[in-house]
């Protein structure tokens, strides 16, 4: 059972920064595929970043901005946001997924357990 906690989110500017966290439970965390997701109003839930040890994966909309990283010991895990878009604007969600790997990780149904998500609002 792992249970998931974000924090991080808030209002920016465009241009403007923001460093998500994910705070982990469970005794096998580093065993977990993690992942960022995010949903826009009236829109489908979407993948942003996925990370498995030190493989990183990226949607094309964030690549170059966004980065995703991992603290195995202390069960955290981040997503780095640079020059933020207003199209950026999306609750974020912290997911881990113990059948994820490098060619499905983008798909939410992977996923076993999610966070309760944060707000990510960017102004133009």
């Known amino acids: 059972q792992v249970q998931l906690v974000e924090s991080g989110g808030g209002l920016v500017q465009t241009g403007g920064s923001l460093r998500l966290s994910c705070a982990a439970s469970?005794?096998?965390?580093?065993?977990?595929?993690m992942g960022w997701f995010r949903q826009a109003p009236g829109k489908e839930r979407e993948s942003v970043a996925g990370?498995?040890?030190?493989?990183?994966y990226y949607a094309d909309s964030v690549k170059g901005r966004f980065t995703i990283s991992r603290d195995n010991a202390k069960k955290m895990v981040y997503l780095q946001m640079n020059s933020l878009k207003p199209e950026d604007t999306a609750v974020y969600y912290c997911?881990?997924?113990?059948?994820?790997?490098?060619?499905?990780?983008?798909?939410?149904?992977?996923?076993?357990?999610w966070g309760q998500g944060t707000q990510v609002t960017v102004s133009s």
């Open positions: 997911a881990a997924s113990s059948v994820a790997y490098a060619v499905n990780w983008y798909a939410s149904r992977t996923y076993n357990y």
């Open positions: 469970g005794r096998t965390f580093s065993n977990y595929f």
């Open positions: 990370i498995k040890w030190s493989d990183t």
